[in-house]
């Protein structure tokens, strides 16, 4: 009789932390656990976010019943420690140090994944791990080169459910994931679009650092003299909230509620929320489509990932756009949870072995 492995599964987002119970690969229970953002704001930084957020985990675990004592892993989501491989990971205090300190330099909720998911494993004394960070970078080397000298290019993105995706697809079509080529595009409310070579994520925007489409929060890319000229009378602070909250939908109307601007907006009318609306969809076209260079064309399938796929018209309207680059694909919401907990059964089951953090960058620059 297979034995039933139980792992359990933490994904904080900007104002909620996502949280799944799993026996073997059932998922028996997930939940998204809200947080009130006026609260979250009387944090000076996400890291002071900590107690509260585990507070709610346990609320959550008393009123599902659940009982942890004996589980056999806990999985955090991946955050800003140094760029890394793809791959699970033990995490460790180097790991929970450098996720603290944003050595990736990617301020995000995410870095308080790890930290959650340690302190639980050290009340159940069980494995911690985590899988796929948004900061693993398999970057080519001219996806790096930037025209500022020793100025080079970040890998951030949403490689978790990228990869799951793109793994998810593969089996669906009866081969692995590293026998394709693929340009996967996560569409939420942050955007990434990356370009999938047999296996290796080998471009894509910075998502983290505000560059692509602009998305419900963030800015995109703009000219660097605009940049600067919004710049001239203004704290660089807030050029920083534009990259991660307050640029995008959130900048032009105040909010990054996607069903409340395409349906109290949108619907009832409003052009000036449908321009912007459909400009943000034309972005995500414009970099899927530029995804396609590092393949040199050889594109197998596009792959349409995230929550906004779930606004209609959004998969007919890209599908339409680069439809013939490639077959399109969607998969509406995401594989976040499962990517997490398969990996720890793996990881479990001995067929994979986890990886040890090293705390240095997988890429340090160019020999010459």
């Known amino acids: 009789m297979e034995k039933t492995y139980r792992v359990f599964v933490v994904n904080p987002g900007s104002t909620s932390t996502k949280v799944a119970y799993f026996e073997n690969e059932k998922c028996v229970v997930s939940r998204s656990i809200f947080h009130d953002s006026s609260k979250l704001m009387t944090y000076e930084t996400i890291n002071d976010q900590l107690?509260?957020?585990?507070?709610?985990?346990?609320?959550?675990l008393s009123d599902s019943r659940i009982d942890?004592?004996?589980?056999?892993?806990v999985v955090g989501r991946g955050g800003p420690c140094y760029a890394c491989e793809s791959g699970t990971y033990e995490v460790d205090?180097?790991?929970i140090k450098d996720t603290k300190e944003v050595k990736g330099h990617f301020y995000h909720s995410s870095m308080l994944g790890v930290q959650l998911?340690?302190?639980?494993?050290?009340?159940?004394?069980?494995?911690?791990?985590?899988?796929?960070p948004p900061i693993v970078d398999e970057l080519c080397d001219l996806a790096r080169v930037t025209g500022v000298k020793d100025t080079y290019r970040r890998a951030t993105a949403h490689t978790l459910n990228a990869k799951a995706t793109g793994r998810v697809y593969a089996k669906e079509i009866g081969k692995?994931?590293?026998?394709?080529?693929?340009?996967?595009?996560?569409?939420?409310?942050?955007?990434?679009?990356?370009?999938?070579?047999h296996g290796r994520m080998i471009d894509g925007n910075d998502a983290g650092g505000g560059e692509g489409p602009f998305t419900p929060t963030r800015m995109g890319s703009m000219a660097v003299t605009d940049v600067l000229d919004y710049l001239f009378d203004k704290d660089p602070k807030e050029v920083r909230a534009l990259c991660s909250q307050r640029g995008g939908l959130s900048s032009w109307f105040g909010t990054s509620d996607s069903s409340k601007i395409y349906y109290e907006m949108i619907r009832r009318g409003d052009k000036k929320a449908e321009r912007v609306w459909n400009a943000m969809?034309?972005?995500?076209?414009k970099w899927i489509?530029?995804?396609s260079a590092p393949l040199k064309g050889k594109v197998d399938a596009i792959l349409l990932t995230g929550g906004l796929l779930r606004i209609p018209g959004v998969i007919d309207?890209?599908?339409?756009?680069?439809?013939?680059i490639a077959p399109v694909k969607a998969y509406p919401g995401e594989f976040e949870h499962e990517a997490m907990a398969y990996a720890a059964l793996r990881v479990l089951r001995g067929e994979e072995k986890p990886k040890k953090y090293t705390g240095q960058p997988v890429w340090t620059g160019f020999d010459d």
Do not use: P
């Open 176 to 197: 692995k994931y590293e026998d394709l080529n693929l340009i996967i595009a996560h569409i939420d409310g942050g955007i990434s679009i990356t370009a999938h070579d």
């Open 68 to 73: 942890l004592h004996g589980i056999d892993a």
């Open 51 to 60: 107690d509260y957020r585990m507070f709610g985990i346990r609320k959550f």
């Open 289 to 291: 489509a530029m995804m």
């Open 317 to 324: 309207t890209i599908t339409e756009d680069v439809g013939w």
């Open 117 to 132: 998911a340690k302190e639980i494993a050290n009340r159940y004394e069980c494995m911690c791990l985590m899988v796929d």
């Open 93 to 95: 205090d180097k790991l």
């Open 281 to 285: 969809i034309y972005q995500c076209s």
